[in-house]
């Protein structure tokens, strides 16, 4: 049954909207060119820009006359006006950021991830001590922490769910845990939708169409937005796609399939097939997350440095992941495929032309429209830098759903 709405959850989204306008426009913008691109009046945006004022969101600048019209009072964002707080939980690292409002990194930690949900909360409550310190940020100016962690997630719960490779973290309350640890209000997601969230946040060209973030790590997901908004699903676990299967003769995965697509990208897969060709010595230490990390550092290098077996490795991965993406890319109509996560870095140079060529040659919707095939803007550690974007996203982000009663809109805050 559709559902009305009340006129302050439209003055939220019109706060939103404007503020929205205000910080993606590099160059400043007028209050005149807010109206006329927002479509609300001259007075409404006045009023809206006080606001966002006093709340330190945005900064009058210089005032700049074009041709006979009044010169106008340029616009910006302050990017100092709020904080939020980001860590990641990897197996092999946990990284913890402080992002201004722009979502641009202030402050960095990446330590070993310790051995337990306890021992993981003192550490990140201690990381964000630290950052704030530091970067001299005042408590009250920092708008929640966010907490990117893998799936699936129980976001109701805000629990974690058996997440591979982390021992001891099944059913775990993250959400109250690092609440209670730390003092701050906590969202939780999946590090997957957090990425999406960070490049939806940060950048522009994924603000219309269709887009995907394929995520590489230890595992690997997907991640679906469209007209900049993230398509997350019944439960917010969307972007499963680990069991799609890629090729028939492929590895056999712990599902009884071959070939599935998680196992065909994962490192500990890469590192055995090493092994097995003589690019790593026989007995290479895998047993830990932290260890198959650094053996698949060892082969990428082999590759890079031109020895033939690693790169077959590689480019047979490429292959069978590029022929998951063309499936997923033409299922949703992609136009936008970003690629991201802790293990990108390496495994790009070996992945992306495979997958561009991949899509040119094999995707049905190829001459219809191209699909642009990228890295991540964000960089190497977009799941943190996502995990505090999903805070800045929820309170400022303006979405129709969140018009609707019971959506998940909330008003623009001051701490």
């Known amino acids: 049954m559709r559902r009305g709405t009340n006129l302050p959850r439209v003055g939220d989204f019109n706060q939103m909207v404007v503020l929205d306008q205000v910080r993606r426009a590099s160059g ?9 691109s927002s479509g609300l009046s001259l007075q409404a945006v006045s009023n809206i820009v006080a606001r966002l004022i006093a709340l330190g969101y945005v900064v009058e600048g210089e005032r700049r006359a074009e041709g006979r019209g009044k010169p106008r009072t340029m ?9 939020a707080l980001g860590v990641h939980i990897d197996p092999v ?8 409002l722009d979502g641009r990194t202030v402050e960095k930690v990446v330590e070993p991830t310790p051995a337990g949900p306890g021992a993981v909360a003192e550490a990140v409550a201690a990381a964000a001590a630290a950052m704030l310190e530091r970067a001299g940020v005042d408590r009250s100016g920092v708008l929640g922490l966010g907490v990117a962690a893998p799936g699936p997630v129980d976001l109701a719960a805000g629990t974690v769910i058996r997440p591979p490779l982390l021992d001891g973290w099944e059913e775990v309350p993250v959400r109250d845990l690092l609440a209670a640890a730390t003092g701050f209000d906590v969202v939780l997601d999946k590090d997957v939708s957090a990425a999406m969230v960070a490049e939806l946040w940060r ?3 994924m603000l219309r169409g269709t887009s995907l973030f394929f995520y590489t790590g230890f595992g690997v997901a997907v991640a679906v937005a469209h007209d900049g908004e993230l398509l997350a699903g019944s439960s917010r676990n969307a972007g499963e796609v680990g069991h799609l299967v890629v090729d028939n003769d492929g590895p056999l995965c712990g599902c009884g399939q071959r070939g599935c697509i998680g196992v065909s990208a994962a490192p500990a897969t890469l590192v055995a097939e090493a092994v097995a060709g003589g690019v790593l010595p026989p007995g290479t230490p895998a047993s830990t997350p932290a260890e198959l990390d650094a053996a698949l ?7 890079a440095d031109g020895d033939a077996v690693a790169a077959g ?13 063309t499936v997923v890319a033409d299922l949703v109509d992609a136009e936008v495929v970003v690629f991201g996560g802790p293990a990108w870095a390496r495994l790009a140079p070996h992945y992306l032309p495979v997958v561009r060529r991949e899509l040119t040659v094999q995707a049905t919707l190829r001459e219809v429209h191209a699909v642009e095939v990228l890295g991540s803007a ?15 996203d929820g309170l400022f982000t303006p979405r129709p759903s969140g018009l609707v009663g019971g959506g998940t809109a909330r008003a623009l805050v001051r701490p």
């Open 28 to 36: 400043g913008t007028s209050r005149s060119e807010l109206a006329a």
């Open 75 to 83: 616009l910006y964002l302050e990017p100092q006006g709020a904080f």
């Open 93 to 100: 690292v946990v990284t913890s950021v402080l992002v201004d």
């Open 203 to 205: 950048g522009n060209r």
């Open 297 to 303: 550092t060892t082969l990428c290098r082999a590759a």
């Open 313 to 325: 490795i590689l480019a047979t991965s490429a292959r069978r992941v590029a022929r998951g993406i």
């Open 378 to 392: 964000v960089g190497d550690h977009v799941g943190a830098v996502g995990a505090a974007s999903l805070v800045l």
